[in-house]
């Protein structure tokens, strides 16, 4: 009897270390390092929401780990975050920040460690350091800044635009590229002024470029500071065009704006999943409201994308981060929003899109699409 | 005590670091030490002299883009960046302190506030040389003669290193005679003044140190992290370094270390929690300011100056040689030549109240004057004139030869004019040891080379008032009558040459008053000239040898004692009737 019971342990326990050990080899970590507190959570949220949706449905035969980690705003809580991930296991990807000086702190590190960090930041700088482990699924400021600006002049005619952006690397990156566009269009902008995202009272840059004759009001703002500049503005009597940056896209934005101070409103993006109307979208869509009880915008589709792109790459036999890292570079990915790709140094998308707000609802409809601005996918 | 386990205890957190955590762990604990660096630093400002400085995130900063700068732009190696990034900081500290630390603490947090907010500003919109919102990226590993310290084991035990000795230099700033000076200063800033203490010196070192603290540190983290961005600068970085103080433990080395560690990695230790982290990192915190309210470091007592155990090296000389305790006056108790005070024609306005006008007033060596009046007559208005608490609208105050009208009154003092106040301002958390030696000469901001004759001065002055036995007792735990000699004992450790006490029988008994006057009569047998403000007349009539009445801010008697208690002057005003 009392072999018969010693006999049955062991093959227990071999069947569980079997088990378990067949589950680890085929479970890979992909951490979600991203900021869901401070002042840029609203889109770090975003981001986390279209990660985690995308983890949660992997392809079959893929199995993976998550674990959301905050980065808060400073590059010191990034590093921590990256480089707790990197110790606990070996993943694979990481959903990497939004928020570009984070991820500037984070890129030297995910080299050394060989970690692949799939984010949706717009910072130029990002691409431009010849880092091979940044896979970036938002359009940067070369492709989105070029859609703005040329919507505002050429399909809106402005003149004498004005610039509203942030203190922040988003905003003094999209600025310099959006002024240098919009010199080479033709319409210099006649005013530009840079706002803390701790400014509320926005009414002085706005008396300023209203002063300055400025005839369209264009902001690259984060969501906050946008909804008080459209409030304001439109408060304060003035009925000029607004072209936003991506940020007046989020249903999160418009939300906080009645439909009256929407109108003539507009704004780039890489995509807007409540706009859209094919059958892929509207299901990630009403997944997302499932999960998240909230309304998906481009970063999440963006980060969404990404993720399913590493996704993609396991399920090709990409075994681990290194292989994840070279199937990113070389294949040409359809995602929900767009078709993604690298142009080598790791800029995967390439169209941008305008919406705008006919001051009727709070959800904008796309008005014009910019595809391959660049022309890395031809 | 402290300062020990705060080294002991660093060391230990290092040698875990490398032979126990990994890479992350690493990382967090090398962080926590720049942090302990900063707070350190703050420490100096904030917990020992009690000035709420809201600059020491942006002296960080200052340190953090003077090594992104010169490390990426220039290529310059560690020794030269991180020696740049200490001097940095200091001398922004330097330029601000001008305005800033004579202002009171409200006005000065305020004012640093100010800085502050200017340092993020400068951070953010100077893009060529800040870089802007992007800040500096790509801040090598450090570098040195040769070798590399990665990030890491080795970047650890530098940092913990430098910790070391960071403490052991806040040690020496700290302790001793220097530690009595600044809670002297701290608690109580009009008898440091009285005492010798350099308020404004003491301060502007602290500060300069404290800033060469945090740019230290500032320098580590744009290695530690790679990149100096405007989130160094942001206000975020003060309130953690504030919050580490308290929660630490103010004023103390281990505090320092402690609420560094605790605070860098309570976040980390919570991050599971997602969002809701930080409301776990709130509650914790909350709950160690409530159940520890003066910090970690608080749950270990502080370890006073201890008096000297071995005797002093008596020397028979003065007319306490043969005094009722039987002790000889130590040497270090040694007076310097009696000196002569002169006022003449002092006078002083408060707007449209005149609170003296022309008053004279003579103090010999070896002799005791009354100052009698009725209230508001201008009998403390005068001593503030004569000790420099006030400045004197007309009239000239002389030390033998020496004009001393209009000095500063730590220069009064030094120059051999002490004072005892109305109520004794002595700082309660110090031990009556400590409260004397922090009077005894020496400099706040040095290496005080003769702690061992001061200490020997100090236990010299208790001994000379009677009191000795109390030394190693708090000083808010003496009796009233036991304050008032040890506020004397402790105006006697300045050497002076001249002594002005406000009141000094107020409070006390019967046989209290007839010890107090019996030592002040021994006291000027030995030369030295006393001034006594005094309302109880059974014990200042007789002690006195001549006595002066003000009325109304005027002299309106002068003379023995027998005289101004027949003056119908000083009767109409004060007396009422003449003494028994």
């Not at chain 2, 002490?418 to 030696?437: I, K, M, N, S, Y």
């Amino acid at each position: 009897m009392r072999k018969i019971i010693v006999a049955t342990a062991q093959i227990a326990f071999l069947a569980g270390a079997l088990s378990s050990g067949s589950a680890l080899a085929e479970s890979v970590d992909i951490p979600i390092l991203v900021p869901i507190t401070g002042f840029i959570s609203l889109e770090g949220t975003a981001q986390r929401n279209g990660a985690v949706q995308a983890l949660e449905t992997p392809p079959a035969g893929v199995s993976v780990s998550y674990e959301v980690s905050d980065t808060s705003t400073s590059p010191e809580v990034a590093v921590n975050a990256l480089r707790r991930a990197i110790s606990k296991g070996k993943p694979v990807a990481a959903a990497a920040s939004i928020f570009g000086t984070q991820m500037l702190a984070m890129l030297p590190i995910a080299k050394r460690a060989g970690l692949p960090l799939i984010t949706v930041s717009g910072t130029a700088k990002l691409t431009e350091l010849g880092n091979p482990y940044i896979f970036r699924f938002f359009p940067g400021d070369a492709v989105v800044k070029v859609a703005h600006a040329r919507y505002a002049v050429e399909e809106l005619g402005a003149k004498r635009p004005a610039i509203i952006y942030q203190t922040t690397s988003y905003g003094q990156s999209g600025r310099a590229e959006l002024a240098r566009i919009l010199t080479k269009l033709g319409a210099p902008p006649v005013f530009e002024e840079a706002l803390s995202v701790k400014v509320k009272d926005m009414l002085p840059a706005i008396t300023r470029a209203r002063a300055a004759k400025a005839d369209m009001l264009l902001l690259h703002l984060h969501s906050g500071s946008t909804a008080l500049v459209v409030r304001q503005a439109r408060g304060a009597g003035w009925d000029v065009p607004i072209v936003a940056g991506s940020a007046m896209h989020q249903p999160t934005t418009a939300a906080l704006l009645r439909p009256a101070e929407l109108k003539g409103v507009c704004a780039e993006s890489a995509s807007s999943p409540i706009s859209e109307s094919t059958a892929d979208v509207k299901a990630f869509t009403a997944e997302f409201r499932k999960r998240f009880k909230t309304e998906p915008d481009a970063f999440a589709l963006g980060q969404y994308d990404g993720i399913r792109m590493v996704l993609a790459a396991l399920k090709d036999g990409a075994k681990d981060a290194e292989g994840v890292r070279a199937w990113l570079s070389s294949h040409t990915h359809k995602g929900l929003a767009m078709t993604y790709k690298s142009d080598g140094k790791g800029n995967m998308a390439h169209d941008a899109l305008i919406l705008c707000y006919d001051g009727s609802g709070n959800a904008p409809r796309i008005v014009k699409r910019y595809d391959n601005v660049d022309g890395v996918l031809e | 005590m402290r300062l020990a386990l705060a080294i002991l205890g660093s060391a230990l957190l290092a040698a875990w670091g490398v032979g126990f955590a990994g890479p992350y762990e690493q990382q967090v604990l090398t962080i926590a030490g720049i942090n302990a660096l900063a707070v350190l630093g703050y420490q100096l400002v904030f917990g020992r002299l009690g000035a709420l400085s809201l600059a020491q995130g942006i002296f960080f900063a200052v340190g953090a883009y003077a090594t992104g700068l010169l490390a990426t732009r220039w290529g310059l190696s560690f020794p030269v960046t991180f020696l740049v990034s200490i001097l940095a900081p200091m001398l922004v500290a330097l330029v601000v302190s001008i305005p800033v630390l004579r202002l009171g603490s409200h006005y000065f947090a305020l004012a640093t506030l100010g800085i502050a907010q200017l340092g993020t500003l400068v951070a953010v919109n100077w893009e060529d040389v800040t870089g802007g919102a992007n800040g500096i990226y790509g801040v090598p590993e450090i570098a040195a003669f040769g070798q590399t310290v990665p990030v890491g084991s080795a970047m650890l035990v530098l940092v913990w290193g430098l910790v070391v000795f960071g403490v052991i230099l806040f040690g020496l700033l700290t302790q001793g005679a220097r530690g009595a000076r600044l809670a002297t200063l701290e608690r109580s800033p009009l008898a440091a003044g009285a005492i010798g203490i350099d308020a404004g010196r003491t301060r502007l070192t602290l500060f300069l140190i404290g800033a060469g603290f945090a740019g230290a540190a500032g320098a580590l983290q744009a290695h530690a992290v790679g990149v100096v961005s405007p989130a160094v600068a942001r206000f975020d970085v003060m309130v953690a370094i504030l919050a580490m103080a308290v929660i630490g433990g103010r004023g103390s080395a281990l505090g320092a270390v402690l609420g560094a560690v605790l605070l860098t990695h309570l976040p980390e230790w919570f991050r599971a929690f997602e969002s809701y982290y930080l409301i776990a990192y709130g509650v914790a915190v909350l709950a160690t300011v409530i159940l520890l309210p003066s910090g970690l470091a608080g749950l270990i007592r502080r370890t006073p100056a201890r008096p000297p155990t071995r005797p002093p090296n008596w020397v028979a000389t003065g007319p306490l040689a043969k005094s009722q305790t039987g002790f000889a006056r130590p040497a270090g108790l040694a007076r310097r030549p009696p000196a002569t005070l002169t006022v003449a024609g002092a006078g002083k306005r408060f707007g449209g109240l005149i609170a003296l006008e022309g008053v004279d007033l003579h103090i010999s060596p070896g002799r005791i004057i009354g100052l009698i009046g009725p209230n508001g007559s201008g009998k403390t208005t005068l001593l503030n004139l004569i000790s420099g608490l006030e400045r004197a609208d007309t009239g000239r105050v002389r030390l033998d030869a020496v004009d001393i009208s209009g000095l500063p009154a730590n220069h009064i003092a030094r120059l051999g004019v002490a004072r005892c106040f109305q109520h004794p301002d002595l700082p309660g958390e110090l031990t009556a040891f400590e409260a004397v030696l922090a009077a005894t000469p020496g400099d706040a901001s040095a290496v005080d080379r003769a702690a061992d004759s001061a200490a020997d001065r100090a236990i010299g002055c208790l001994r000379e008032l009677g009191i000795d036995m109390l030394a190693s007792r708090r000083v808010s735990d003496l009796a009233a009558a036991e304050q008032r000699r040890l506020e004397i004992a402790r105006a006697l450790a300045t050497q002076p040459r001249v002594l002005l006490l406000d009141e000094p029988a107020a409070g006390l008994g019967e046989n209290e008053r007839v010890d107090l006057a019996r030592q002040l009569r021994q006291l000027a047998e030995g030369g030295l000239g006393i001034l006594v403000v005094e309302h109880t007349m059974d014990f200042l009539l007789p002690l006195a040898d001549r006595v002066v009445c003000l009325v109304a801010g005027r002299r309106v008697a002068e003379g023995e004692a027998a005289e101004v208690v027949r003056d119908p002057a000083a009767i109409s005003a004060y007396f009422g009737e003449a003494p028994a």
